[in-house]
């Protein structure tokens, strides 16, 4: 008499894949996040995934704790984050310097990657932008054709953006619990 477990195709099919799954979690648990297939996979998900109000607001509160802790300070007062329901005619958000507040609008930013990309942009404006340089600013900005693309602070805020966004929206998923990271933040 065959003592074996008699399982029907699609019950084994199921379980070969379960079985497959635990072990490329052992083994994604043996190496670094970033050399991770798995977690390379899981990031990029999150990154391009539509969110809610919620999330919108929880991701944007924690790529602006990262921009604190990593990108640096100013001594103007930390801003916050504001997120308004209506659709801006040429921005995605805007950094308000007299209230310190980053306004994101609601309706442009539909996915992780928005969000994280627009609070870095507007948290190098918070950097940049005083009420002493407000008026050079302006006066700059004014000098191209499309200012918000060429203007010298928009340039670097892009730029900035780029280079932090992988690192912005990794530590998110991490103070999110989203996922637990082996790198210390």
């Not at 798995?38 to 391009?48: G, N, P, R, T, W």
């Not at 944007?60 to 604190?68: G, Q």
């Not at 329901?85 to 308000?96: G, R």
């Not at 306004?103 to 609070?119: A, E, G, M, N, W």
Request: a positive charge; glycine letters at 2%; hydrophobic letters at 40%.
């Amino acid at each position: 008499m065959n003592h074996l477990i008699f399982l029907s195709e699609n019950d084994w099919k199921a379980f070969l894949f379960g079985l497959l799954g635990v072990l490329l979690l052992y083994y994604s648990m043996r190496k670094e996040s970033w050399q991770n297939p798995l977690f390379i996979i899981f990031f990029y998900f999150h990154l391009y995934r539509k969110v809610n109000e919620e999330e919108k607001l929880a991701f944007a509160n924690a790529t602006l704790d990262y921009c604190l802790r990593y990108i640096g300070q100013c001594k103007v007062k930390k801003p916050i984050i504001v997120f308004r329901n209506e659709k801006h005619p040429t921005a995605l958000a805007i950094y308000d310097y007299e209230s310190t507040r980053i306004v994101l609008f609601s309706p442009s930013h539909r996915t992780c990657k928005q969000i994280v990309d627009s609070v870095i942009h507007e948290y190098c404006h918070y950097l940049i932008i005083d009420k002493s340089n407000i008026a050079e600013y302006h006066r700059t900005q004014k000098q191209f054709k499309e200012p918000s693309i060429n203007g010298p602070h928009e340039y670097l805020s892009n730029e900035l953006a780029k280079k932090y966004y992988k690192d912005a929206f990794a530590f998110s998923l991490h103070k999110l619990g989203y996922c637990s990271l082996t790198r210390q933040f």
